[in-house]
């Protein structure tokens, strides 16, 4: 058994969208396939894997680093004791070998999209979705039948006024979503209230709304915000400030009693150890959102969930950023707090299997081996398209 190639490419998932610290103009992903020589049905069994949206592909740290470590490691060294599938540890490894410590930036990124490959990989070589493989080999071999997802949208657009937001969130609730979530941030604190409060005129309460800043404020800001904020009783306030400044996060807890949400930029357990540390951060109410595949894939995120107990959180505090399959597997077979989901932006990455349809803020899960990429038809078929593989 042995990886016999590694093909990637970068796509691009521009759009005329805008949150409060950019635009998504030239916004793009990479794309990797990884075949092995494992045979299923007949068909080579390859795994796919993409980044997030948020950042930009990786393309040079993929093709100057660590696609040429993994082509040149030994195969024995990258398959698990039984010989009998890769080891996305022993994987990882091979990834970071000659890596110094700190400074993750961008190779979080790169990382990850192969990271995500392998796990694909992995479960279509075991004949399992990938919720059901994690559950058995690294949980308590039990899953959840479905998980919650919310609708993340409400960007600046031009020209967007407030009756599109409102149509906007209509689409929303109307596919079957109870939360939805909007940007704030990038506009004067006026106006944010007022798109705000448009908003809750279609969902009706604030616990069916999350708004986020996408770390754009100063302390002072932040809390003009909160203060501002606080009558709604919103379901979360999101990445107020910078995503490394955990003195504001923790201050902005003192004036802010509602749940906040924070993570989805912070790419290392050592990271993400920092925030639980030192971000005033609360148990009974908070939201981890650490992105899987932003930060070095699957095999450092489960040691970021590791970490959790230590500070009195549990995995149902973690909502995933990136709203892809690879959450919504991670969310059910690690028990997590559910997942991101993008309706109408960052197609067709975002998104679950054609088959499934939310109800109730929740979605369930694939019956197809690996991540489900395969029962999302334009998704795989971008995959393929991609990277020659189809």
Not at 291 to 306: H, I, K, N, P, W
Request: aromatic share 10%; net charge negative.
């Amino acid at each position: 058994m042995q990886i016999t190639d590694i093909r990637e490419t970068v796509v691009p998932i521009a759009s005329p969208i805008k949150n409060a610290y950019i635009d998504f103009s030239k916004m793009t992903a990479s794309v990797v396939a990884l075949v092995t020589d494992v045979v299923r049905d007949g068909e080579p069994v390859i795994g796919y894997g993409f980044n997030s949206n948020g950042r930009y592909g990786a393309s040079g740290l993929l093709r100057e680093r660590f696609i040429p470590r993994l082509k040149e490691a030994d195969p024995a060294r990258l398959l698990n004791d039984a010989g009998d599938n890769l080891s996305p540890e022993r994987i990882f490894d091979t990834l970071m070998a000659n890596e110094k410590p700190g400074g993750h930036g961008e190779r979080s990124v790169a990382v990850g999209v192969i990271d995500m490959a392998v796990w694909d990989a992995v479960a279509k070589i075991a004949g399992k979705p990938l919720y059901r493989h994690l559950a058995d080999a690294y949980g308590d071999g039990t899953v959840d039948a479905d998980a919650f997802v919310y609708a993340a949208g409400g960007y600046y657009y031009p020209g967007k006024g407030l009756a599109a937001l409102q149509d906007e969130m209509r689409r929303y609730r109307d596919l079957g979503y109870e939360v939805v979530k909007m940007k704030i941030g990038g506009a004067p604190l006026a106006e944010d209230i007022a798109r705000i409060e448009a908003v809750l005129e279609v969902v009706g309460e604030g616990r069916y709304l999350a708004v986020d800043a996408n770390g754009r404020f100063d302390l002072e800001t932040a809390i003009a915000y909160a203060e501002a904020m606080r009558p709604y009783d919103l379901f979360w306030y999101e990445e107020a400030g910078d995503p490394l400044d955990y003195a504001l996060q923790a201050e902005l807890a003192r004036h802010y009693d509602g749940p906040m949400a924070t993570g989805e930029n912070l790419f290392s357990h050592q990271d993400a150890r920092n925030l639980l540390r030192y971000g005033g951060m609360r148990p009974d109410r908070d939201v981890l959102q650490f992105d899987c595949a932003l930060s070095y894939g699957l095999v450092e995120y489960m040691r970021t969930l590791q970490l959790l107990p230590e500070y009195g959180f549990t995995g149902r505090n973690v909502v995933p950023h990136g709203g892809h399959q690879l959450s919504l597997n991670i969310a059910a077979g690690l028990k997590l707090g559910g997942n991101e989901s993008y309706p109408e932006v960052f197609a067709p990455f975002g998104g679950f299997a054609d088959a499934l349809s939310v109800a109730n803020g929740r979605v369930g899960l694939p019956d197809a081996p690996g991540i489900g990429f395969e029962a999302k038809a334009k998704l795989i078929d971008t995959l393929r398209r991609a990277t020659g593989t189809g």
